[in-house]
């Protein structure tokens, strides 16, 4: 199974704050990342997928990147709205792996 | 617009089976993508189990293989989900979603219990 190593597994941040979240895949899985956010009480909602693309509907605030096999999610400007969880998945192969997720609360 | 949603009981006994139903509108099954259950840990960890494409195969978990079993309906647009001889380590809760590659529509979750 691919591995994917979430970090940090918990952050604190202030308004309008630049966050920046990373995961390391075990293997190479090229462009085949996404990103999810979870609210309390509500299910996982797509942020971005194949490392850069931002889903429909996501502020242009979020941006993905890669560097060689390690992908990151960067919030620019942090808001309210942001605290959740967040996390990575590969779509590489199967079985689908998924980070172990980084807890984002305001500061 | 496609809705997912995760239906079934929320108290399982140790040792028994685990059934869910995913009821689909807006799309169907049979058209395209694959249909999955995820689930999340308490602790917050997600996994992957398995899904069922439109065509019926189905890709599980090696991790849940020899306990899982995806299924389908076409005729009512649902999918199911079976997980025989559940301990305390299956409790979480479940999730159905579409793979759009990424997964791009989600249920709401349904909340499962293994407890005596």
């Known amino acids: 199974d691919i591995q994917m190593t979430q970090s940090p597994a918990s952050l604190s941040a202030s308004l309008e704050e630049i966050v920046t979240i990373t995961c390391q895949a075990s293997?190479?899985?090229?462009?085949?990342l996404a990103w999810y956010q979870q609210k309390p009480g509500k299910s996982p909602q797509l942020l971005i997928y194949?490392?850069?693309s931002l889903a429909d509907g996501v502020p242009s605030r979020f941006s993905g990147s890669r560097s060689g096999t390690q992908y990151s999610l960067k919030i620019s400007r942090l808001q309210v709205e942001d605290i959740g969880i967040y996390y990575c998945?590969?779509?590489?192969?199967?079985?689908?792996?998924f980070g172990a997720g980084t807890k984002l609360e305001l500061k | 617009e496609v809705q997912l949603q995760e239906s079934g009981p929320g108290l399982v006994k140790p040792s028994q089976s685990l059934s869910l139903t995913c009821s689909v509108t807006?799309?169907?099954?049979?058209?395209?993508?694959?249909w999955n259950w995820i689930r999340k840990f308490p602790g917050n960890k997600l996994e992957w189990m398995g899904y069922?494409?439109?065509?019926?195969?189905?890709n599980y978990n090696p991790s849940l293989k020899s306990r899982i079993s995806i299924t389908r309906d076409t005729s009512k647009n649902q999918f199911f989900l079976q997980v025989n001889s559940v301990t305390t380590e299956d409790t979480a809760t479940y999730y159905c979603?579409?793979?759009?590659?990424?997964?791009?529509?989600w249920g709401q979750g349904v909340m499962v219990t293994v407890s005596s």
């Open positions: 979603a579409r793979y759009n590659n990424p997964f791009d529509y």
């Open positions: 807006g799309y169907s099954i049979t058209s395209s993508y694959r």
């Open positions: 069922i494409n439109s065509a019926g195969s189905t």
């Open positions: 293997q190479n899985i090229g462009n085949w």
């Open positions: 194949g490392t850069t």
């Open positions: 998945q590969q779509a590489s192969s199967t079985p689908y792996t």
